[in-house]
């Protein structure tokens, strides 16, 4: 289902963006990372990334920056003078390592989007879930799952839990969708219903069924 049968007043201000520096093979997800940017815009979410200007990562933040929305790049020293990934959209920090640019970020958004990507977008989203193992926070973590993308992750999570791995509350932070409004409206619907018994699909289906699926 693309959309949702309810909506939300838009209470979510401000975001922070885990994605690739590298465009990937399937041409969807460059076409998914602008529909993300203007459906940020036209929600008045401010951004925060990684910094730089490459790959899908820079497709996602440029649509918002160049269509007048509010964006802050945390980026390490060591990557920002040599400048790797090119120059940051918006107001840049300089920081002194990928740990503190999390910090920054999760210091201040009240909710985190994670676009597919591999070694570098994985390590910063799991080490917001460590902390979270640590109740460093809570805050709701979106993974837009464009094709299945991250349907092998959350197996992975699915099994931790019923592995007795991973606490059952740490699992409900990840929201997954393969649509940017859907997932846009779980992060409003989990930062404003956050108790244990609240149900999305119940919410916008009125006791429909679930079509999203997960393989």
Not at 105 to 132: C, K, Q, R, Y
Not at 151 to 166: E, G, S, T, Y
């Amino acid at each position: 289902m693309e959309g949702t049968s309810r909506t939300f007043p838009y209470t979510i201000k401000f975001v922070g963006l885990l994605g690739s520096h590298a465009l990937g093979r399937n041409p969807k997800l460059m076409a998914t990372a602008v529909d993300l940017g203007r459906e940020l815009v036209r929600r008045k979410v401010r951004l925060t990334y990684g910094g730089g200007n490459v790959g899908l990562q820079e497709a996602v933040v440029s649509t918002v920056y160049n269509n007048g929305g509010r964006v802050r790049g945390f980026i390490p020293g060591y990557i920002a003078t040599r400048q790797v990934y090119g120059l940051t959209y918006g107001v840049e920090y300089t920081v002194s390592s990928n740990y503190y640019k999390y910090f920054e970020m999760n210091h201040i958004v009240e909710a985190f989007i994670v676009f597919p990507g591999g070694i570098d977008t994985m390590e910063g989203l799991f080490t917001l879930i460590s902390w979270a193992s640590e109740r460093l926070h809570s805050k709701p973590i979106g993974l837009l799952n464009i094709d299945g993308y991250f349907n092998n992750l959350i197996k992975f999570l699915d099994d931790a839990v019923r592995q007795n791995f991973m606490a059952l509350y740490q699992r409900k932070l990840f929201i997954s969708s393969f649509f940017v409004d859907e997932l846009l409206d779980k992060l409003e619907f989990a930062k404003a219903f956050s108790g244990p018994g609240a149900s999305y699909d119940e919410f916008v289906n009125l006791g429909g069924l679930d079509l999203e699926l997960h393989f």
